[in-house]
């Protein structure tokens, strides 16, 4: 019977196993296809039946998008972008989520209710009032008009708040003992243990600073202050697709984000998976 039992366990752990590698494949797929048809030339893109594999592969679309644009500007853009949100989003998001989740003060939980239901409102309708505000400081054309309306993000104080809660009280209480402030307190005990909720963060606002697009459009008119996705987009032509041209930006601009996410992954699915096993 327990052989029995056993067998059972293996075949249906091993049939886990099957179907998640097939998905983990059928999920790759987009991204292997983004890369090899980067190394395809121009002329056999649009070849039917596709190719599998680039014969040969070729490195020309890369050397044509290097001579198409400032390529090198836009990625320095993106990451100054990318990068500087991406910090006092995580600082001033972390910030508020111990305020809401440890500290006691008057209407703390309506504040909350009141930042959250801010989550429901759409972000296009918040593009003229911002770009307004940015007008008459005088910033557009800046990279400060693309960075300082994302300094703070609602969703990252929403998951700061739930994970800080998860810590116990009693580690914050030693420490008080101990001397320590409630600075103190949230840089020396409450930030270390929020490290994958921090990652989690960390990848979702990266990516999403990276990849924006509509409101750099919107604020940015000089090609030399573009970020990345803007950039690329100007490549385009108006009556025909270069595909291979777009297809190695986007390789390009990839590449970060596979890094990240790779760097980030041990955090990235411990804190995914806290609170369900918790």
Do not use: C
């Not at 049939?15 to 797929?29: E, F, K, M, N």
């Not at 070729?58 to 972008?81: E, F, M, Q």
């Not at 987009?233 to 590449?255: C, F, K, P, S």
Request: charged fraction near 10%.
């Amino acid at each position: 019977m327990k052989t029995y039992r056993s067998w059972r366990v293996l075949s249906g752990r091993g049939i886990s196993l099957i179907i998640l590698t097939i998905y983990a494949i059928l999920a790759l797929v987009p991204l292997y296809w983004l890369f090899a048809t980067s190394l395809i030339p121009q002329n056999a893109v649009l070849k039917f039946p596709p190719a599998l594999f680039p014969d040969p592969p070729t490195l020309d679309n890369y050397v044509r998008l290097l001579k198409a644009g400032p390529i090198w500007r836009w990625l320095l853009n993106s990451a100054l972008v990318a990068g500087i949100v991406t910090f006092f989003t995580l600082l001033f998001d972390s910030m508020a989520g111990y305020a809401f989740a440890k500290k006691r003060f008057p209407g703390r939980d309506q504040i909350f209710w009141v930042v959250i239901s801010m989550m429901i409102i759409p972000g296009q309708v918040t593009l003229v009032p911002i770009f307004t505000v940015m007008s008459r400081l005088g910033l557009l054309n800046t990279l400060y008009a693309v960075v300082l309306p994302a300094l703070a993000d609602v969703f990252g104080v929403f998951l700061m708040r739930q994970f800080i809660q998860t810590i116990p009280s009693e580690l914050e209480d030693a420490a008080r003992i101990d001397g320590a402030g409630s600075f103190t307190i949230y840089l020396r005990v409450i930030l270390p243990l929020a490290a994958p909720a921090l990652a989690v963060l960390a990848i979702f606002t990266f990516m999403g600073n990276w990849n924006n697009f509509l409101w750099p459009l919107i604020v940015l008119n000089d090609p030399n202050k573009l970020t990345l996705p803007v950039g690329l987009a100007t490549l385009q032509q108006e009556n025909t697709v270069d595909y291979g041209l777009q297809m190695a930006g986007a390789a390009l601009a990839a590449v970060p984000m596979i890094i990240l996410f790779l760097s980030l992954q041990r955090y990235f699915i411990k804190g995914l998976t806290l609170g369900g096993v918790k």
